[in-house]
Nanobody, 128 residues
Framework: QVQLMESGGGSVETGGSLTLSCAAT????????MGWFRRVPGRDREAVAL??????TTNYVNPGRFTISQGNTKETLNIHLNSVKPEDAGTYFC???????????????????????WGQGTQVTVSS
Protein backbone atom coordinates (compact mmCIF):
# COMPACT_ATOMS: atom_id res chain seq x y z
CA GLN A 1 0.00 0.00 0.00
CA VAL A 2 1.13 3.49 -0.83
CA GLN A 3 -0.23 6.75 0.50
CA LEU A 4 0.37 9.97 -1.37
CA MET A 5 -0.10 13.58 -0.37
CA GLU A 6 0.49 16.53 -2.63
CA SER A 7 1.52 20.03 -1.63
CA GLY A 8 2.80 23.20 -3.20
CA GLY A 9 -0.16 24.23 -5.31
CA GLY A 10 -1.28 27.82 -5.53
CA SER A 11 -1.42 30.74 -7.87
CA VAL A 12 1.40 31.52 -10.27
CA GLU A 13 1.75 34.21 -12.88
CA THR A 14 2.08 33.36 -16.54
CA GLY A 15 5.76 32.85 -17.23
CA GLY A 16 6.52 32.07 -13.61
CA SER A 17 7.52 28.81 -12.00
CA LEU A 18 6.16 26.55 -9.32
CA THR A 19 7.26 23.33 -7.66
CA LEU A 20 4.76 20.73 -6.53
CA SER A 21 5.70 18.03 -4.07
CA CYS A 22 4.24 14.66 -3.25
CA ALA A 23 5.02 12.83 -0.03
CA ALA A 24 4.88 9.08 -0.37
CA THR A 25 4.55 6.64 2.49
CA UNK A 26 4.14 2.90 2.45
CA UNK A 27 6.11 -0.22 1.81
CA UNK A 28 7.81 -0.81 -0.47
CA UNK A 29 8.48 2.49 -2.22
CA UNK A 30 11.07 1.03 -4.53
CA UNK A 31 9.99 -0.26 -7.90
CA UNK A 32 7.15 2.21 -8.27
CA UNK A 33 6.15 4.09 -11.35
CA MET A 34 5.23 7.51 -9.98
CA GLY A 35 3.86 10.43 -11.85
CA TRP A 36 2.12 13.75 -11.96
CA PHE A 37 -1.24 14.10 -13.59
CA ARG A 38 -3.46 17.07 -14.28
CA ARG A 39 -7.20 17.34 -14.42
CA VAL A 40 -9.11 20.33 -15.73
CA PRO A 41 -12.90 20.75 -15.68
CA GLY A 42 -14.61 18.86 -18.45
CA ARG A 43 -11.62 16.70 -19.25
CA ASP A 44 -10.24 13.41 -18.03
CA ARG A 45 -7.16 13.30 -15.88
CA GLU A 46 -4.07 13.30 -18.07
CA ALA A 47 -0.49 12.38 -17.47
CA VAL A 48 2.10 15.12 -17.28
CA ALA A 49 5.31 13.31 -16.35
CA LEU A 50 6.30 9.94 -14.93
CA UNK A 51 9.40 8.56 -13.27
CA UNK A 52 10.30 4.95 -12.57
CA UNK A 53 11.83 4.76 -9.11
CA UNK A 54 13.87 1.64 -9.91
CA UNK A 55 16.12 3.35 -12.45
CA UNK A 56 15.07 7.02 -12.67
CA THR A 57 13.73 6.72 -16.20
CA THR A 58 11.38 9.58 -16.97
CA ASN A 59 8.51 10.01 -19.39
CA TYR A 60 7.31 13.46 -20.32
CA VAL A 61 4.09 13.87 -22.21
CA ASN A 62 5.21 17.32 -23.38
CA PRO A 63 8.95 17.62 -22.81
CA GLY A 64 10.46 21.00 -22.24
CA ARG A 65 9.04 23.07 -19.41
CA PHE A 66 8.45 20.55 -16.64
CA THR A 67 11.00 18.58 -14.65
CA ILE A 68 10.05 15.59 -12.54
CA SER A 69 12.40 14.43 -9.81
CA GLN A 70 12.46 12.04 -6.90
CA GLY A 71 14.31 12.15 -3.64
CA ASN A 72 16.97 9.54 -2.91
CA THR A 73 14.72 7.79 -0.39
CA LYS A 74 11.84 7.70 -2.91
CA GLU A 75 9.64 9.36 -0.32
CA THR A 76 9.30 12.63 -2.20
CA LEU A 77 8.23 13.24 -5.76
CA ASN A 78 8.53 16.73 -7.17
CA ILE A 79 7.61 18.44 -10.38
CA HIS A 80 8.97 21.84 -11.30
CA LEU A 81 6.75 23.82 -13.61
CA ASN A 82 8.73 26.39 -15.53
CA SER A 83 7.54 29.15 -17.88
CA VAL A 84 4.00 28.45 -16.77
CA LYS A 85 1.20 28.99 -19.28
CA PRO A 86 -2.53 29.44 -18.65
CA GLU A 87 -3.17 25.95 -20.01
CA ASP A 88 -1.05 24.50 -17.20
CA ALA A 89 -3.77 25.35 -14.69
CA GLY A 90 -5.71 22.53 -13.10
CA THR A 91 -5.70 20.07 -10.26
CA TYR A 92 -2.44 18.17 -10.10
CA PHE A 93 -2.44 14.66 -8.73
CA CYS A 94 0.37 12.41 -7.68
CA UNK A 95 -0.12 8.81 -8.77
CA UNK A 96 1.78 5.59 -8.25
CA UNK A 97 1.68 2.00 -9.39
CA UNK A 98 3.88 -1.05 -9.06
CA UNK A 99 3.93 -1.80 -12.76
CA UNK A 100 6.89 -0.17 -14.54
CA UNK A 101 6.12 3.07 -16.33
CA UNK A 102 6.61 1.46 -19.73
CA UNK A 103 3.42 -0.53 -19.05
CA UNK A 104 1.46 2.70 -18.73
CA UNK A 105 2.83 4.51 -21.75
CA UNK A 106 2.86 4.13 -25.49
CA UNK A 107 5.43 6.57 -26.76
CA UNK A 108 4.64 9.88 -25.11
CA UNK A 109 1.06 8.87 -24.34
CA UNK A 110 0.68 7.67 -20.77
CA UNK A 111 -2.56 6.34 -19.37
CA UNK A 112 -3.70 7.29 -15.86
CA UNK A 113 -6.23 4.45 -15.71
CA UNK A 114 -3.76 1.80 -14.61
CA UNK A 115 -2.46 3.65 -11.58
CA UNK A 116 -3.70 2.26 -8.29
CA UNK A 117 -2.61 4.89 -5.79
CA TRP A 118 -3.57 8.53 -5.81
CA GLY A 119 -3.24 11.62 -3.71
CA GLN A 120 -6.03 14.10 -3.13
CA GLY A 121 -4.67 16.66 -5.56
CA THR A 122 -3.39 20.20 -5.34
CA GLN A 123 -4.77 23.13 -7.29
CA VAL A 124 -2.69 25.29 -9.60
CA THR A 125 -4.12 28.52 -10.95
CA VAL A 126 -2.35 30.67 -13.50
CA SER A 127 -2.87 34.40 -13.64
CA SER A 128 -1.99 36.66 -16.51
Amino acid sequence: QVQLMESGGGSVETGGSLTLSCAATGNPLSGLCMGWFRRVPGRDREAVALIYSADGTTNYVNPGRFTISQGNTKETLNIHLNSVKPEDAGTYFCGADYLPCRHHCTGTRCRPGGFNYWGQGTQVTVSS
